[in-house]
């Protein structure tokens, strides 16, 4: 068999056994194993066509004398998949098989698997393959291939099966975001496209993120919990003790939130030592975009240290913040710009007031002061 296959190789032909056991006789079968001979054990393949249904193809016809006499049994005695599967399909009564489009070959051997038995086959169903943007198969190159690698990134379990619905399929054109239910209502694999489907992975995390918002606060919080375990923010003991101080963090975080396991880089800045916060990049560059930075941040902290001792109100520092920038005739990111650097570390993030309220005064006027002293 293998100077077979080197041969077909050779001159290019498509690997194929050449029944040349066929028609082997049962005294001959019987000396040959006596013998030693290892042996495998084949399907014989009749004569004819094998024709199915396909739930998204339609109708689907296999010329027989293009299957091989497949094999069922290793010579070590294991059994190959076509066998083995069909003899699970069988013991688990399963009715429908929907898989992807590289098992169509498979199909007329199963099919022939249980004519022989005597048995109905299930219907098939066989699914376009998931394309990268690069329009080539989907692979590790391109991104994370396994169902539990979301998972494991924090992709909420709905959001998974709603984009792998819409990989292929569409109920109008235009509505993307589905309940289970209203997916298990309106899905019809029939209207699958037998065209490859983009994996496109901006638009599955964008969806991740419409789901994880919906969450309520709390439900969403034992989601996001092992994640900040997991990056030694907090300790296990500690979601508890801290428990009102993180859902106030998340209820800021939820809005910009995608999937589950960004929720600590998120907050990251609230447990950074107060005076040795670090800087992003984008978040000086911001700072060194405005004129006399330091002395604006320099005379607003002055003018905030009495408003945080009076536990002025969040909303009102708010709006006598922008008061006193409007008296200075200066522009909004004059002060929030160097202020959001100096309390955050970032370019982007929650309201600062929100943020003040969160850290706590005390905590805020050292960042402020640090931040005069090392943002330059």
Known sequence: LDQLREAQEKNKEKPAYDGRCRELDAGERASRLAAGEPAVLRFKVP????????????????????????????????????FAVVCDDVDMKITHVLRGEEHLTNTPKQILLYQALGLPF??????????GTDGKKLSKRTGDTALQDYREKGYPKAAIVNFLCLQGWALDGKTEVFTVDELVKHFDPTQVSKAGAVFDQDKFRWMAGEYLRKEPLEQLFEHCAPYLVASGLVSQAELASKRA??????????????????????????FADDRAIAYAEAALANVRKQ???????????????????????????????????????????????????????????????????LIGSERALVRIESGLARMA
């Open 47 to 82: 004569a004819g066509e094998t024709c199915f249904t396909d739930l998204i193809r339609g109708e689907v016809v296999f010329q027989n004398k293009e299957v091989d006499d497949w094999v069922m049994v290793r010579a070590d005695g294991t059994p190959i998949y076509n």
């Open 122 to 131: 299930p219907t098939f169903g066989h699914l376009p393959l998931m394309l």
């Open 245 to 270: 101080w993180l859902l106030q963090a998340l209820a800021l975080e939820k809005d910009r939130l995608h999937i589950y396991a960004e929720l600590p880089e998120r907050l990251k800045w609230m």
């Open 291 to 357: 004129a006399d930075w330091k002395g604006t941040l320099s005379a607003y902290l002055e003018w905030l240290r009495p408003k945080l001792a009076d536990r002025v109100a969040k909303d009102a520092l708010r709006d006598a913040t922008k008061a006193w920038v409007a008296e200075r005739k200066l522009k909004m990111p004059a002060l929030f710009q160097p202020l959001r650097c100096a309390l955050t570390g970032e370019a982007g993030g929650p309201d600062l007031f929100d943020a003040i309220e």
